[in-house]
């Protein structure tokens, strides 16, 4: 039996608990034998660019993941030396697993509502299938029109890795209002994170000055 692959891409800046809490449920609820993190080198797409080098986020999330059974770190788009495209990253690992293994894309709502901005996006669905978490908001009625038919052509009754790529699945996980963003903020106001982000990543944070004012 082929055993199922997740990928969960991010920027990761820094790795939260709604990210763990996430990738966890994404391997429970896909059976997925198991889940690679990906810290985006170069995030193109994003306004800002990161506050922490990739190679500072990549070692959050090996902190993070270190007690974790099934979720792995993936340092392939870090050391890529050009924007950070999920197509490519697909293509790679495809090429590495080859045809048979189900693959699944691990994003969140928001990033759902923008998959049409995204480098090649339609060839996502024939290298993967895509699960969403959802985040609070997440209305589909609100998601561009292509995205949205997307949204309700590809969702399956039953998800049973019997096919390598094509289908949507929202995930069951209850949507939770946390976001790097807002840790960051909280961080450069001196505030308590204790609970939001492990304590190994807060403890390298700390030691490498990074999100303070
Ligand atoms: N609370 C959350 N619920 C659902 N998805 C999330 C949540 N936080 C992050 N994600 C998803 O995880 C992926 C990586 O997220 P990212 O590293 O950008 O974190 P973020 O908290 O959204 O960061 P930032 O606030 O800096 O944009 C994205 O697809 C994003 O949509
Ligand atoms: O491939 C693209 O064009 C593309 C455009 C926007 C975002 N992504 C990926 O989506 C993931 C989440 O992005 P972000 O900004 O929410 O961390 C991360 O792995 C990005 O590289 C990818």
Redesign the pocket.
């Given at each position: 039996m082929t055993h199922a692959i997740g990928l969960?891409?991010?920027?990761?800046?820094p790795i939260h608990n709604a990210h763990l809490r996430m990738a966890e449920a994404f391997r429970d609820e896909c059976r997925l034998a198991e889940v690679r993190l990906?810290p985006?080198g170069q995030?193109?797409?994003?306004a800002q660019a990161p506050h922490a080098t990739p190679e500072q986020r990549l070692a959050m999330v090996k902190l993070a993941i270190a007690d974790r059974p099934g979720l792995v770190a993936d340092e392939r788009?870090v050391h890529r030396p050009r924007?950070?495209?999920?197509?490519?990253?697909l293509e790679e690992v495809r090429a590495e697993v080859g045809a048979e293994v189900p693959l699944w894309l691990l994003?969140?709502g928001?990033?759902l509502a923008?998959l049409d901005?995204?480098?090649?996006?339609r060839e996502l669905f024939a290298l993967a299938h895509v699960a969403v978490a959802l985040r609070p908001g997440f209305d589909p009625a609100t998601l561009p029109a292509a995205v949205r038919h997307e949204w309700q052509t590809r969702q399956v009754p039953d998800f049973p890795n019997r096919t390598p790529s094509g289908t949507i699945r929202p995930l069951a996980l209850p949507p939770v209002a946390l976001s790097a963003t807002d840790i960051r903020a909280r961080l450069a106001r001196g505030d308590d994170v204790s609970t939001l982000i492990p304590a190994p990543v807060l403890a390298y944070l700390r030691a490498h000055g990074l999100y303070q004012r």
């Open positions: 969960f891409g991010g920027t990761f800046d990906i985006a995030p193109y797409h994003r788009e924007p950070a495209y999920t197509v490519e990253t994003i969140g928001d990033s923008t901005r995204w480098r090649r996006w």
